[in-house]
Nanobody, 126 residues
């Protein structure tokens, strides 16, 4: 089993920044790719960003491209999401998820992922 714990969320004004972290523990050697998703109240969970095991491939939702940056430190078993130029519409519970399959593709699909964290809340005030 793999456990994922997100941190770094908080309340920030529009235009501000945060760095979200996703720390993995347990059978981390079984993880390949990691994604970030978010869910706002009354809305479906949506894809934000994903990164391959090597860090050589990344993908972003159109709504965050250019503002958010995903990265990983495999030595620390941690994936980061730097979120800049935040907007009120970015307010959501942010989740990280891990995938056991080596193939990179369809990373925006929630069913692709095998493990999920509990989420960290990001609230952006206008």
């Amino acid at each position: 089993q793999v456990q994922l714990v997100e941190s770094g969320g908080g309340l920030v004004q529009a235009g501000g920044s945060l760095r979200l972290s996703c720390a993995a523990s347990g059978r981390t050697f079984s993880i390949y790719h990691v994604g970030w998703f978010r869910q706002a109240p009354g809305k479906e969970r949506e894809f934000v960003a994903a990164i391959s095991w090597s860090g050589g491939s990344t993908g972003y939702a159109d709504s965050v491209r250019g503002r958010f940056t995903i990265s990983r430190d495999n030595a620390k078993n941690t994936v980061y999401l730097q979120v800049n130029s935040l907007k009120p519409e970015d307010t959501a519970l942010y989740y990280c998820a891990a995938d056991r399959r080596p193939h990179w593709g369809a990373m925006g699909v929630t069913s692709r992922y095998d493990y999920w964290g509990q989420g960290t809340q990001v609230t952006v005030s206008s």
